[in-house]
């Protein structure tokens, strides 16, 4: 069984920028969620998707977005890139968008996407 | 809002040792408590997930306890070995969707 794909797995960009990675959830996952990972800030939530519905988001500014396609494939988005986006970007899957719902609310993490912008 | 501590941020060990991590959580109303071990530059890998219910749970050499009502967690890590030198992370999950609050990470290094 494949896990959590995300692509590209490392890319460099300038600022004003903008950049799109994408996550492949574990087959029959439908919930994906998105975090960043700084040396400053730690893991940090930006936001989730089930159903190609947004239910959670972060505080990050509005540069930040995603969405999720019928085949619960997620994308997300920065626009106008910045220095400090620069970060390894984590996408995560699990099996049902409810915690506590006949699910342990289990996640499971791909190998991330990392982001340097010059 | 949900906050999570983990002690120490690093840690040394000679190889052979039993070794304890902690986390502890600021709001009691979890789902769940899961820990992480993350190599550099790598993705999260699941260790082991505790239901809110649960008091602990084992895989291998490696137990995890949970303490909902004083906020804390530990993961025993039995016999350590060099390859068990990683980040460890513990995360909770809360009410309202799939959203992990993270700690800050343990740096373990087994030393020969």
């Known amino acids: 069984k494949a896990g959590v794909t995300q692509t590209p797995r490392y890319l460099i960009k300038t600022r004003g920028q903008q950049v799109t990675l994408s996550c492949s959830p574990i087959?029959?996952?439908?919930?994906v969620s998105w975090y960043q990972q700084t040396p400053g800030q730690g893991l940090q939530f930006l936001f989730e998707y089930f159903s190609e519905t947004q239910r959670n988001k972060g505080n990050f500014p509005g540069r930040f977005s995603g969405r999720q396609f019928s085949n619960s494939r997620s994308e997300m988005n920065v626009s106008t890139l910045e220095l400090g986006d620069s970060a390894l970007y984590l996408c995560a899957s699990s099996i049902m968008g409810l915690a506590g719902v006949s699910n342990t609310g289990e996640l499971f993490f791909g190998e991330g996407s990392r982001l340097t912008v010059l | 809002k949900q906050e999570v501590t983990q002690i120490p941020a690093a840690l040394s060990v000679p190889e052979g040792e039993n070794l304890v991590l902690n986390c502890s959580f600021t709001?009691?109303?979890?789902?769940?408590l899961q820990w992480f071990r993350q190599d550099p530059g790598k993705g999260l890998t699941s260790l082991l997930l505790?239901?809110?219910?649960?008091r602990e749970q084992t895989s291998g050499r490696l137990n995890a306890s949970l303490d909902k009502s004083s906020g804390r967690s530990t993961l025993y890590i039995a016999a350590s070995q060099p390859g068990d030198s990683a980040t460890y992370l513990c995360?909770?999950?809360?009410?309202?969707?799939?959203?992990?609050?993270f700690g800050t990470g343990t740096q373990l290094k087994v030393e020969l």
């Open positions: 995360a909770v999950l809360t009410g309202g969707g799939n959203k992990l609050t």
């Open positions: 087959s029959g996952h439908r919930s």
């Open positions: 709001d009691s109303a979890i789902y769940n």
């Open positions: 505790i239901q809110s219910s649960q």
